[in-house]
Structure formats: C-alpha cells, structure tokens
C-alpha cells in the first residue's frame, strides 16, 4: 500500500518470498532466500513465468531437485535446454525483483551452539538464515527510504512454526521500536505462488556458489541470481549474509536453553555486531 499521494514520498508495498535450500540434503549448508517484489509487479511475474515455463512445455511447478539426473522429473531435459529455460525464468527474476537476498548457515556452527539432541524440531539452521534475511531487508530498507513494510511469503516446510516464532520476535521488536516495516507472513506452495519457486531457484544457486559448484551442466544462468546485476535503466541487487559463527554463538547465549526459544530473547543489536551491520551494509552499496 502506498503511504503518501505524494509521488516525492511515495513508499513501495513489497513482498519478500522466502524458500530454504539444502536443510534436507548432506547437512553441511542451510541457505534460505528469495526475490523482494513490488506488489504492483506481482500479476506481471506470474504471467511472465507462465509464459516462459509455456514456451519450454514445461509444466509446473519448478523444484530445482525435479532437476536431479538420472530419475527425477526434469531430468529428461538436455543441458541445452535447461540453459534456455533457465535464461528465460532468470530473466523474469530480473525484470520484476526490486532485490533479492539470501542467507547462509553453516550446519556444523550451528549444531555447535544449538546441538539437535536439545533442539530438534524447535530450532533448526533454516528459521536462523531466516532471521538474518529479515535483517537484510531492514538495513536495505535504511538506504532506500521508499520501500515501505514488507510482508513475507514463505513456502510451507516442517520449520513453519518455528518460522512463524522468527517472524513474531522480529516484529514484535522493530514494532517496539517505533519501526513498522516487518510485515505481515504467511506460508503458501509454490505451485501457487509462483514467485517461491523463483525463491528456490536463488536459494539454490546461492548454496551452489557458496559450496565453490560451477554452474555447469545447463545451470550457468543460476550465477546470475548470486550477485548484483547492472541493467541499462537500473541495476538488480542480490545480497548475501553468511552468518558468522561469533552470532550463532552469541544467540545461544541468550536464549540459554530457555524455551520457546525466540520471544525469550532480549534485544535484536545483541545478534548484531558492529562489525556484521558494517558487513551488510557494505553489502547493500550497489556498484
């Protein structure tokens, strides 16, 4: 919703669509992510992506694991043409995202901190990349004064209700202070929306680049989901956070084996080093 008549003051209604990559796989990486998009270009995505998965005579919905050779889905399809498919959705990305972010969290500092004979089920690395991609969103949001409360869309997974825990402690902290831009969340499936599928295509590639994958095999347009891209009338920014081992410690400490485990924390800036806020920030300074 836009705040002000006022084209001068005139604050965007974005979405953030949120979806996790490799929290069911090796257990080594846990990445989660996803497009910000205007609410005004929503309709726009979901034609476009219906349009390009069309043209490819492709159904739907697109799960990057559908892409596993020799079995699944997708696996028919030859590098060729995974790479036209995957030029012409990257694309789609491109056109309507205002940015995108993702997250990463290393399962081995994690369980270090969190260990999963105490916090199975309750916290799990997917709600902390979580976490750090709401943050993301704020800081972007301090240096770039017309994006206006963003909601999250977050594909259904078993981590929903700790999700929803993540959300209500943000919230509930930035409302606290006076600040409004956490918006609301809800959970639906990609065959929906198709903009979660467009979140699992970044969360993947981003678990890719950051595990040192070469886009190979028909992926090579993925890479462009991992890093600012610069267009002719504007550029499209991608941040990453990988989340320092030093913050997981340091959330474990607040929480202290107090359970639930979100509300009980005290403040967000203890998550949140001068060092990290000076990392992001770097981060969303677009060349």
Avoid at 30 to 43: E, K, N, S
Avoid at 85 to 103: E, G
Avoid at 164 to 169: G, K
Avoid at 181 to 201: E, H, N
Wanted: hydrophobic share 40%; aromatic share 10%.
């Amino acid at each position: 919703m836009h705040h002000s008549d006022d084209p001068d003051r005139r604050c965007f209604a974005v979405a953030c669509y949120v979806d996790e990559s490799g929290t069911h796989q090796d257990g080594v990486l846990a990445v989660v992510g996803g497009p910000i998009i205007p609410r005004q270009l929503f309709t726009s995505f979901q034609l476009g992506w219906d349009t390009v998965l069309a043209r490819h005579n492709i159904t739907g919905p697109i799960h990057m694991r559908e892409f596993n050779r020799p079995h699944k889905r997708l696996a028919h399809l030859s590098d060729d043409k995974r790479r036209a498919l995957f030029q012409d959705l990257v694309q789609v990305i491109t056109d309507n995202k205002l940015y995108s972010v993702s997250a990463s969290v290393l399962e081995k500092d994690f369980r270090d901190f969190f260990p999963l004979d105490r916090f199975k089920g309750l916290f799990e690395p997917a709600p902390l990349a979580f976490i750090w991609c709401v943050i993301l969103n704020l800081i972007v949001a301090d240096n770039a004064e017309k994006i206006g409360p963003t909601a999250y869309l977050v594909a259904t997974s078993d981590e929903r209700t700790q999700m929803l825990e993540c959300h209500a402690f943000l919230e509930n902290f930035a409302n606290n202070s006076g600040d409004e831009r956490v918006g609301s969340i809800t959970f639906d499936s990609p065959k929906r929306a198709y903009a979660l599928q467009a979140a699992d295509m970044i969360a993947w590639s981003n678990r890719k680049h950051k595990l040192g994958e070469m886009f190979g095999e028909g992926f090579q347009p993925l890479e462009r989901l991992t890093r600012h891209v610069k267009g002719s009338e504007r550029n499209y920014p991608h941040f990453h956070f990988d989340v320092p081992r030093e913050s997981t410690k340091k959330l474990a400490e607040i929480v202290n084996a107090q359970f639930p485990i979100l509300p009980k924390l005290g403040t967000i800036k203890l998550l949140l080093s001068a060092k990290d806020r000076k990392m992001i920030e770097g981060l969303t300074k677009t060349p």
